[in-house]
């Protein structure tokens, strides 16, 4: 199976799609706006609130690890750990009940 999600910390640490799934092709985009769904879904079933709480303010937000975990009042090595358990549960997660790798 192709991999279509991975985590690129060169990229900020933004969730990346593969390129052949980036086009004008409906498909390609219904695709897309599915795997979008499933993460958005499975963010909010699949890991605890400190995991989402972390992976959503270094993600989304932006923010880096120092920040979070000064806002969170926790070691940044608490943050580390709570980033990347999240990263593999989501993959994890997406391969199992999302057919995506």
Known sequence: ?????RFSE?????INYRDYLI???STNINELI??????????????TEKQ?????MFLIEGKP?????????????????????AKKKLVR???YYGGFQ
């Not at 199976?1 to 999600?5: A, K, Q, S």
């Not at 599915?34 to 890991?47: G, S």
């Not at 690890?65 to 358990?85: M, P």
């Open 1 to 5: 199976m192709t991999e279509i999600i």
């Open 52 to 56: 989402s709480r972390c992976l959503t």
């Open 34 to 47: 599915d795997m979008y769904k499933f993460l958005r879904k499975a963010m909010k079933t699949e890991l």
């Open 10 to 14: 060169l990229l900020g640490g933004k």
């Open 93 to 95: 997660t997406c391969a």
């Open 65 to 85: 690890q120092k920040e979070i975990a000064r806002l969170l009042g926790v070691n940044a090595s608490t943050v580390n750990r709570h980033i990347a358990a």
């Open 23 to 25: 086009g004008s092709d």
